[in-house]
């Protein structure tokens, strides 16, 4: 007895549309992947209380680009690599001259355009020097001094018109930054977790496009 096989069809043309399935496969299996990462990232930003804004600077992108492939890569990345890490790993923050970290309290408010308040942006924004008050045990403070609290809806503190400071009517001290030698940032992120997840799940992802 005698067995002969022979392959049914364009043998070239086969291979053809089984490595277009598998491109197709993979391709969208790696975005899934990406994609999946990049919003479990984002959320686990805001559950640790630090705003949709950091949140955002995670982005993911598919290469090649606007091309599909069975070697197609993901890249999951953060616009805010420092913060990040250091919510991550945690980190013990110092000032950069070695002295004092200034961490300005909402009487501060805001610097031009939401900048970050500083000492020195403040003075040059109030015309006013801050006095320093140093408190052994405890963190030390800038005050300023001859401050009126507003009135209605804007609220916070300005400095007190001529009139006001001959009088003294309704002058106070107000604590807009406090010095503290270093600030510890616990960890409150774990980014290799959730890529380890996504990773682990990247080969069902493909064999489940492959189905479809």
Do not use: C
Not at 68 to 82: C, D, E, L, M, Q
């Amino acid at each position: 007895m005698k067995l002969a096989a022979a392959i049914s069809g364009d043998l070239r043309k086969i291979m053809a549309e089984e490595i277009k399935d598998a491109e197709d496969a993979v391709t969208a299996g790696v975005r899934q992947a990406a994609d999946g990462l990049k919003a479990d990232l984002r959320r686990q930003v805001t559950e640790a209380g630090m705003g949709q804004r950091l949140a955002n600077t995670w982005r993911a992108e598919l290469y090649p680009k606007s091309q599909k492939s069975i070697k197609a890569a993901g890249f999951v990345f953060t616009r805010a690599p420092t913060i990040i890490r250091a919510f991550d790993q945690g980190a013990v923050i110092k000032s950069k001259h070695g002295f004092w970290l200034a961490i300005p309290t909402d009487a501060a408010g805001k610097g031009p355009r939401g900048k970050r308040m500083t000492p020195g942006l403040w003075e040059q924004m109030h015309g006013s020097r801050l006095r320093f008050i140093y408190r052994r045990g405890a963190p030390s403070l800038l005050v300023a001094e001859n401050m009126r609290a507003r009135t209605g809806k804007r609220g916070g503190f300005a400095k007190g018109s001529a009139s006001a400071l001959r009088s003294g009517r309704g002058m106070t001290s107000v604590v807009m930054f406090i010095l503290v030698p270093q600030v510890s940032l616990k960890k409150r992120l774990d980014v290799d977790g959730v890529a380890e997840r996504w990773a682990s799940a990247l080969p069902e992802l493909i064999v489940r496009n492959w189905r479809e």
